[in-house]
């Protein structure tokens, strides 16, 4: 990288890119301080320490809060185009995160919005290119989207199913066994099918046995379903899976990923993407 680059496009390459090892080290503490910063809101909820460590906490979320807002202001700052990140998705993401703090400041009942922040958690799905897991997250995405209409069709056998076997118990064994409503009876059926078992509800007639024992079985039998549906999907596309390269680099916009090596517009949100030649220079591939 050249000495001579102007201010806003290196901290451009080391917020939006994570190939350089100050990109590298930003996501990285980036990620650290968002799980600091759930774990202090999760643990001031807890009455205990809240009442021990309270006022710690308190000076933890407002410096946390300033350091988002510096990042916030940052990414505004050093993109092309800091209203099309502002409202695109993680824009609103970054400022949700704030927000809460600088509200109680005047409404202190608001206080239990701060749990908002937990939604900053979604930015370890971005850094998880730096452990080499983002193709994977990416494929499974992809398989649960081309698996959708399939497990919808099961899912409306299940509801199908889970109806009938409701409908049995409660007209076998009625409200004396605890089959007080059809909706109660169903939701026993979904507890047994699902062979989950609560055992709140259970049957009390030799017939009524018969019927739940049957319905464990089909249970068994429906839940290998959309197993067997996504690993097929699963399968077919890592057997086809591209070798093409993709650029370690994230929209300045959109954060979206997977593009290829020659990309100049994100092809997810269509915006200009001002690469550096060494992002785009192709990696070494393994032997």
């Avoid at 009442?51 to 809060?65: A, D, K």
């Avoid at 824009?91 to 202190?108: K, Q, R």
Wanted: hydrophobic residues 50%; charged residues 15%.
């Amino acid at each position: 990288m050249s000495e001579a680059r102007p201010l806003r496009d290196t901290l451009e390459t080391v917020i939006f890119g994570t190939e350089t090892r100050g990109g590298n080290l930003f996501d990285v503490a980036l990620l650290i301080t968002i799980l600091a910063s759930v774990a202090v809101v999760m643990l001031d909820s807890v009455n205990a320490y809240h009442e021990l460590y309270g006022p710690l906490f308190r000076i933890l979320e407002i410096t946390f809060t300033l350091v988002f807002t510096l990042e916030y202001l940052t990414r505004l700052w050093c993109v092309r185009n800091p209203m099309a990140y502002a409202i695109s998705f993680w824009g609103v993401i970054d400022l949700l995160a704030i927000l809460p703090t600088f509200l109680t400041l005047f409404v202190p009942e608001a206080s239990s919005l701060m749990v908002i922040r937990l939604l900053r958690v979604l930015r370890v799905f971005r850094i998880l290119h730096l452990f080499e897991l983002h193709e994977e997250y990416i494929e499974i995405i992809g398989v649960l989207r081309a698996t959708s209409r399939s497990i919808l069709v099961f899912f409306s056998l299940v509801m199908v199913t889970v109806v009938v076997f409701g409908c049995l118990l409660y007209v076998i064994d009625g409200p004396e066994h605890g089959f007080v409503s059809i909706p109660m009876s169903i939701y026993w059926a979904i507890v047994t099918i699902t062979t989950v078992g609560y055992g709140d509800v259970v049957p009390g007639t030799p017939m009524g046995r018969f019927v739940a024992s049957i319905g464990i079985l089909v249970g068994y039998s429906i839940l290998a379903v959309p197993t067997a549906i996504i690993t097929s999907k699963l399968w077919e596309r890592l057997g086809s899976r591209r070798a093409a390269q993709t650029l370690a680099w994230n929209c300045q916009v959109c954060a979206g990923a997977d593009h290829a090596l020659d990309a100049a517009f994100c092809k997810h949100c269509g915006a200009e993407m001002d690469i550096p030649d060494e992002i785009r220079a192709p990696r070494p591939t393994l032997p």
